[in-house]
């Protein structure tokens, strides 16, 4: 009998432990699956990180020195290049439409009419028009001059300020590379003064340095998308001003006849 309550006490302690080490191996499951998840959160919230934070996160750590001139070439070739792409599209002009106006208004009303169309319409393919018709009683010779002539002024109108895009574009790596230099520079002038070649002294002037380079490029990459589409449309405009000259030289002599 004795024999019997000691086994059945044994057997409950038994019991009992195993139940207080399931316990335990549950709660260490448990807290391990909630330090997974709180790392799996805080993982994304740091992929969450938007273009633009970390975009100013490392222009600021660039230094204010070159960083600052990068973004002065910038903005100052983002407002012209704005500047020149408004303008360049004010500038097109249908010129087949204004074609067939001038020699439908040279018909009917004769060159009075088709002076007055000429201003009414904005435009240097108009503007070159207006020239050539004001010059047309002088004789059809005369008119081509003007054409011509006034033709070379309308294209330094496109051109205007154009250059200026194209010295940023080169102005911004170079800013960037020196920036990159002069980082080197201090990096070893660190070395050279703790007389040691260790990574941490160099780390940060090279990251700066390197990050310089990175934005000066950006902006030449932008700066020279903006600018190769201003190029293409100033030379679609002097195109349709060239062939336009051509019809209104060839609309005058057979008026003349």
């Known amino acids: 009998?004795?024999?019997?309550?000691?086994?059945?006490?044994?057997?409950?302690?038994?019991?009992?432990?195993?139940?207080?080490?399931?316990?335990?191996?549950?709660?260490?499951?448990?807290?391990?699956?909630?330090?997974?998840?709180?790392?799996?959160?805080?993982?994304?919230?740091?992929?969450?990180?938007?273009?633009?934070?970390?975009?100013?996160?490392?222009?600021?750590?660039?230094?204010?020195?070159?960083?600052?001139?990068?973004?002065?070439?910038?903005?100052?070739?983002?407002?012209i290049a704005i500047e020149r792409i408004i303008f360049l599209n004010l500038a097109t002009t249908n010129t087949k439409k204004l074609t067939d106006g001038v020699e439908e208004a040279l018909a009917n009303g004769g060159v009075d009419a088709a002076k007055e169309l000429c201003r009414d319409t904005k435009g240097p393919v108009a503007s070159i028009f207006y020239q050539g018709l004001d010059r047309v009683d002088e004789g059809v010779e005369s008119a081509e001059k003007a054409v011509v002539a006034y033709g070379g002024v309308q294209m330094g109108q496109l051109e205007k300020n154009v250059s200026w895009i194209s010295l940023f574009i080169a102005l911004a790596p170079m800013l960037g590379f020196m920036g990159t230099v002069i980082g080197m520079i201090q990096a070893f002038d660190k070395i050279e003064a703790a007389g040691d070649m260790q990574p941490s002294l160099v780390a940060g002037g090279i990251k700066v340095a390197l990050l310089t380079t990175v934005f000066g490029l950006v902006v030449a990459i932008i700066l020279q998308i903006f600018y190769n589409y201003i190029v293409a449309k100033i030379d679609s405009i002097v195109n349709d001003m060239e062939d336009a000259s051509i019809t209104l030289v060839d609309i005058l002599v057979a008026h003349k006849k």
């Open 1 to 79: 009998m004795r024999k019997l309550f000691v086994a059945l006490v044994a057997s409950i302690l038994m019991t009992g432990f195993s139940a207080n080490a399931n316990t335990i191996n549950l709660s260490t499951a448990d807290n391990v699956a909630v330090s997974t998840i709180v790392q799996e959160d805080d993982e994304a919230s740091g992929e969450s990180v938007s273009f633009t934070q970390e975009l100013k996160t490392r222009f600021i750590e660039g230094g204010p020195g070159f960083m600052g001139i990068v973004l002065i070439c910038l903005i100052l070739g983002l407002a």
